[in-house]
């Protein structure tokens, strides 16, 4: 299956946390979540989340975010409109 590369920003830690639930069910795959200022909680491993969120980055949920995933390319576009309905920012 080939994978495709997503990158968005998100105002807060939880719209960026629920993104990467609804994403883990379109088959996402390295999920990357970083606060702005560098300090980042890796989720590894299809669709699992092998972290708890919340706490996981020791930052308040108003700092801003930065999620890396791969996701497949056949569900790609649908990964883009959840990002940008949760209020994210793709680059």
């Not at 200022?37 to 308040?60: C, K, P, T, V």
């Amino acid at each position: 299956m080939e994978m495709q590369s997503l990158q968005a920003a998100f105002a807060s830690q939880d719209q960026a946390e629920s993104v990467i639930r609804k994403l883990s069910f379109l088959r996402g795959d390295r999920f990357r979540l970083e606060r702005a200022d560098g300090a980042s909680g890796a989720l590894a491993g299809n669709g699992r989340q092998e972290a708890e969120f919340g706490s996981d980055l020791g930052a308040s949920a108003s700092s801003e975010f930065t999620l890396s995933v791969l996701i497949p390319t056949e569900a790609a576009d649908q990964a883009r409109t959840v990002i940008r309905q949760a209020g994210g920012e793709l680059y």
